[in-house]
């Protein structure tokens, strides 16, 4: 997400009634504003999309040059900039440790601008189905999201039992203080062994993907009162700078950014229910 390059208050922009979050443990649909951002580096396969219509979004790889297409693929961990002149943006992530990234479907195989005009149609008429669901008020617990954005369910990676427990708990409790030493001690596995394990199983450093599910969780909070440094403690950081440095990093923006961005946005979390 990023923030807009008019005042939170504004009514301009992306219409309110557009804009919406579909959180999952392994998924998020974002529906919503789009401004100027710093590099970012998000822990989940993404996937961009520009609303019908309207003028290619831009995205530089890393220190590449600036690319455009109305979709754009980046895998994890891939350092990059967005762009685009229209405020809505329409934006998937898939969480790497859930799918087996060789069976993806070919076109999130690549970095970059990807020609796939039925699943870019497929997206645009899934945002529609969902703004429907959002105006009556209802939840999206009885939607497969797989099925909806690729007609069928992803190929779930295959991972080492320890290394999957392991898993579990950061997804479960990402403000939980777990160290490396902790997760390898509670598998029965050497320190060196774990991490070696950890990055094989998963494609991500231990670090980084704590680190990743830690700034992701920060989603939930969006939508609830309190200040920063509540939803700082609450999201596991010991204090604002910390939570601050790290968000941006991530996400490109600071915390107070992402946070005035989502005022206005319908928010589905499968473990909280719905917030409009």
Known sequence: ???TRTAPSDNGGAPQGERLMWLTPQRVFYAGLLGAAAERTMGGHGVYLAPAGVPPIRIRIGGGAWQAGELIVVPPQVPHHVESEHPLIFNLLIESESVDPARLPAFMRH???VDAPA???RVREVHAHLLAASGRGSEFDGFDFDALFFGEVLAPRPIDARIRKVIDTLVADPAAPASAEDCAASVHLSFSRFLHLFKQETGMAFRAFRAWKRARSLLRYVRQAGTLTDIALDTGYPDSTHFSH?????YGLKPSDIVAGSRRLALHDAAGGFRQ
């Open 1 to 3: 997400m990023q923030r």
């Open 246 to 250: 790290s968000i941006r990093q991530v």
């Open 111 to 113: 970095c970059g601008p």
């Open 119 to 121: 699943f870019a149609r």
